[in-house]
């Protein structure tokens, strides 16, 4: 008789949830989500995430009560929740989405793993993304990713056998507040759940993605341009697999696009736009997995840098910040550093959760080089403000915009540059500093030439020595993308180009 618990962590949905699906089969089953306070007090938890989270589980209980099953909402360490659930129903059996998450959620899941060995419970986990568990190669990543992200979407079964005495009591209890839990309020967050997942992605591919990539690079355009749907990902709310085929499904409809595959090149003028955007944003999905699997091969680079050489080149790695660094950081974090565009775009930041890819890059871009500040808290800083934060994704940026990954051509953005490209009559700047060009605005915290010079002498230096050209082979060879090995020809070639590294708006290399 198996007796099993679906265990919801960063998968808040029911529709292509394989744990869910295989509980149907099982004599009796619960549905657990557990807020931890490993997670409510980790460094990176900002109440606008527990606000969502909580707007997440309302619907995702609803939705799963219609199939039969209870969820229970409890607060505590995940062992001791699962072990004094155990006391009330004794379950054989643990289900449950693979997470790549950061340090603490690591430990956490060793600590399940253990727990599930010593008192006979057997735990099961699936991928949701396109990360691979101990994957010893990134030969054939790509090609793996396709091949996981192109299998049917797992049926969302209906009728599942509620664990004896559950349904009734569980099915009328309150969810927690804000309050209870002990977080502050965080008004504004946005609308949350499966359904409004699926909201924004058929306000995206059914229309908004007609512009996405005229929209995308500026502040003044992108909140409205870009798909939006980074939240969902990180919360689970859609799968990548939804994502990536219904992308795809949208490419096939879109005008002009018959044949097998053809390049956008080829289409009429007038169809072109949509083929690009589609094509591009299809390719982002595959840079979030990309990105992750960054992460699931190597925890560290939460807190070090990717290049060893990179070590001791600012303060705050492997030694205490200066007392420069922390009134630097702080002016920084707080969106007054006298550099309009740099403070505009924090404090849109922190007012909304959301900043656009080119805009969080110049943001990083700045700390690292124009202040000279060690990435770790900076992005700290970020990982709160972000709703959408993945660990994967932000570690792993926060050290390409930094400098420290070893093998990434160093981007450096000027502010200056990008007010003129992306803000020309300085609308943005107006709407989140209006107190710009009066006495009250500050003084650049520093001289952003002088700063630079520095900068670019330290880093070039380094990346010039023996030590450091060794150590970008052994990097590239681990996290480094590369061609799928499929054949340079055709569609599977495309689809390879596809699946590497960022370019076009991320292209690399020059002065931004
Ligand atoms: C310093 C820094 C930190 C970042 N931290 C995060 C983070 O914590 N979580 C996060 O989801 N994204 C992060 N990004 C990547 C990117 O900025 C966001 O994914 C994007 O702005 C989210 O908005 P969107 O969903 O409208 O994106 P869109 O442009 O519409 O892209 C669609 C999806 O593609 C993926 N994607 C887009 N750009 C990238 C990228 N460069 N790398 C990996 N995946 C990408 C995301 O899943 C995104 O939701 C970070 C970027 C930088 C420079």
């Not at 996290?479 to 596809?498: E, T």
Request: net charge positive; with cysteine.
């Amino acid at each position: 008789m198996s007796r099993t618990v679906v265990w919801f962590k960063r998968d808040l949905r029911v529709a292509d949830h394989a744990p869910l699906a295989e509980a149907a089969r099982c004599d009796a089953a619960l549905a657990l989500f557990i807020i931890e306070p490993a997670w409510l007090d980790s460094p990176e938890c900002h109440p606008r995430h527990v606000a969502w989270l909580l707007k997440c589980l309302q619907p995702l209980r609803d939705e799963l009560a219609a199939r039969g099953l209870p969820l229970l909402v409890r607060t505590g360490d995940a062992v001791e929740v699962l072990a004094a659930l155990r006391r009330e129903f004794d379950f054989t059996h643990l289900f449950s989405h693979e997470e790549t998450g950061p340090g603490w959620s690591y430990e956490r899941d060793k600590a399940v793993a253990r727990w599930c060995r010593t008192h006979g419970v057997a735990w099961t986990e699936w991928p949701q993304t396109g990360v691979v568990r101990r994957l010893k190669d990134r030969r054939g990543w790509a090609a793996r990713w396709q091949q996981r992200m192109g299998a049917p979407c797992v049926p969302t079964p209906t009728g599942l056998c509620a664990a004896p005495g559950f349904a009734t009591s569980t099915l009328t209890s309150a969810l927690p507040t804000l309050q209870q839990l002990g977080v502050a309020p965080a008004p504004n967050t946005p609308a949350a759940g499966e359904a409004a997942g699926h909201a924004m992605l058929a306000s995206f591919l059914g229309g908004r993605a007609l512009g996405y990539r005229r929209n995308l690079s500026s502040p003044l355009t992108a909140q409205a341009g870009c798909s939006r749907l980074s939240e969902h990902l990180a919360f689970g709310t859609l799968s990548m697999r939804t994502l990536h085929q219904a992308t795809e499904a949208a490419i096939r409809r879109a005008p002009g696009s018959g044949g097998d595959d053809p390049s956008p090149a080829r289409l009429d003028p007038s169809h072109r736009e949509l083929a690009y955007a589609l094509r591009g944003f299809a390719g982002r999905l595959r840079w979030h997995c990309h990105f992750m699997q960054k992460l699931e091969d190597e925890p560290a680079i939460e807190w070090r840098n990717f290049a060893r050489t990179a070590d001791g080149l600012r303060s705050g790695d492997g030694s205490e910040l200066q007392a420069i660094d922390h009134a630097r950081l702080q002016a920084w974090c707080e969106g007054r550093t006298g550099f309009p565009m740099i403070d505009a775009c924090m404090r849109q930041l922190r007012a909304t959760g959301w900043l656009n890819f080119r805009m969080r890059a110049m943001l990083v871009s700045f700390a690292a080089y124009h202040l000279w500040l060690h990435w770790r808290e900076p992005g700290l800083f970020l990982a709160q403000q972000f709703l959408d934060f993945e660990p994967g994704i932000h570690w792993s940026q926060m050290q390409m915009q930094s400098g420290t990954t070893g093998i990434n051509t160093l981007r450096i953005y000027s502010p200056t540059k990008q007010a003129l490209d992306h803000d020309p009559q300085g609308e943005y700047v107006r709407r989140w500093v209006p107190e710009f060009g009066t006495p009250a605005y500050p003084q650049p915290i520093v001289e952003e030439r002088k700063a630079l010079a520095a900068a670019k002498e330290r880093l070039y230096g380094l990346r010039q020595t023996r030590e450091a050209r060794d150590e970008a082979g052994d990097i590239q060879q681990k996290h480094g993308s590369r061609k799928s090995g499929l054949p340079p020809s055709g569609k599977r070639a495309r689809q390879a180009r596809a699946t590497e590294a960022p370019s076009a708006d991320d292209a690399q290399g020059r002065l931004f």
